[in-house]
């Protein structure tokens, strides 16, 4: 059971990395370590995340009876409490929280990335002063989280801002025919707009091959109309996808998280797209930021569970 210790260890599993930080009561971060996440391995999984505890209890005497709060890719089914809806499909399924508990001999929190993200970014972060927050995460996966008041909405179902997968509004012919998504439908925002789905959209577009979407940045001058053309395309699919969800739910602010929140040129480029696509009769005043705790955001909304 997490005590009265006042420290809080968060900690954020990604599809491919899995980041640990131990937050003392103001919030600080005192220690910080972040490993690679075992791929298509659900015991190595839970190995991994134990490791990172003992490391971090290791590094500090009095982190020994921290709350632990932990922040998946997927939620926890409220009918069996296992994992579904996870980009890490080896963990859909499983009862990690459980399994982990179990294993730590200690209770955790456990929680959706995006709702960790947007918690953290509502409560101290970007959008502090906002009443009405949606947070993205554009990273391995693709998720969304509403919060208002600075309480998270979870819904009926439990599946409260799932904007990842559900389909790119307004799409073309030639986007109709896009691959499908993991979890069996088609036509998903994550298939179009996670870091991997970018790389893999680049090196079918050309003669360039790249591993990482930071490559392709690299090579976004006005020389290579290869990498010109994918920025264009994600631009205007994510202005398309972000208006969906002004026109449904019109958040005073959008925060942007994970690693593509890293991406400058979406701040600027996106408001300039999204108007055509949005029902309203002036520009929209919707503020559209990155995430002010950067990739730091989802370990301390964690934490915060
Ligand atoms: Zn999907």
């Known amino acids: 059971m997490a005590t009265d210790s006042a420290l809080r260890l968060g900690i954020d599993l990604g599809g491919t990395k899995i980041e640990a930080a131990l937050l003392d009561p103001t919030g600080d971060i005192i220690w910080r370590h972040r490993i690679p996440a075992p791929r298509d391995a659900y015991p190595a999984t839970i190995k991994a995340v134990e490791r990172l505890v003992h490391q971090a209890r290791a590094m500090e005497p009095s982190a020994v009876n921290c709350s632990i709060g932990i922040g998946i890719p997927g939620s926890l089914s409220p009918r069996d409490g296992r994992v579904r809806n996870a980009n890490s499909t080896w963990l859909n399924g499983q009862p990690f929280k459980r399994d982990l508990e179990a294993a730590l001999r200690q209770t955790v929190q456990m929680a959706n990335d995006a709702n960790c993200l947007a918690v953290s970014e509502a409560t101290d972060g970007a959008a502090c002063d906002a009443q009405s927050v949606f947070a993205v995460i554009l990273g391995t996966g693709v998720g969304g989280a509403h919060v208002i008041h600075k309480q998270l909405v ?126 309203s009769d002036m520009a929209a005043v919707t503020r559209l930021v990155p995430a ?14």
């Not at 799932?162 to 439908?185: I, N, Q, V």
């Not at 991997?196 to 790249?210: D, R, W, Y």
């Not at 002010?292 to 569970?305: I, K």
Request: aromatic fraction near 10%.
């Open 154 to 279: 979870t819904g009926a179902n439990g599946v409260a801002g799932e904007w990842g997968h559900t389909p790119l509004p307004w799409m073309t012919a030639e986007e109709f025919k896009h691959a499908p998504c993991w979890c069996g439908r088609s036509g998903c925002i994550e298939t179009f707009l996670s870091g991997p789905a970018l790389v893999q959209e680049f090196n079918t577009s050309g003669h360039a091959k790249v591993e990482s979407v930071q490559e392709i940045l690299g090579m976004a001058d006005p020389a290579n109309r290869q990498a010109l053309a994918l920025m264009e395309r994600f631009y205007d699919r994510l202005a398309r996808a972000l208006a969906m969800v002004i026109n449904i739910i019109d958040p005073e602010v959008i925060v942007i998280g994970g690693g593509l929140s890293n991406i400058a040129s979406i701040y600027s480029e996106i408001p300039k797209r999204w108007g055509r696509w949005i029902f």
């Open 292 to 305: 002010l705790h950067g990739d730091a955001s989802g370990v301390r909304g964690a934490a915060w569970l």
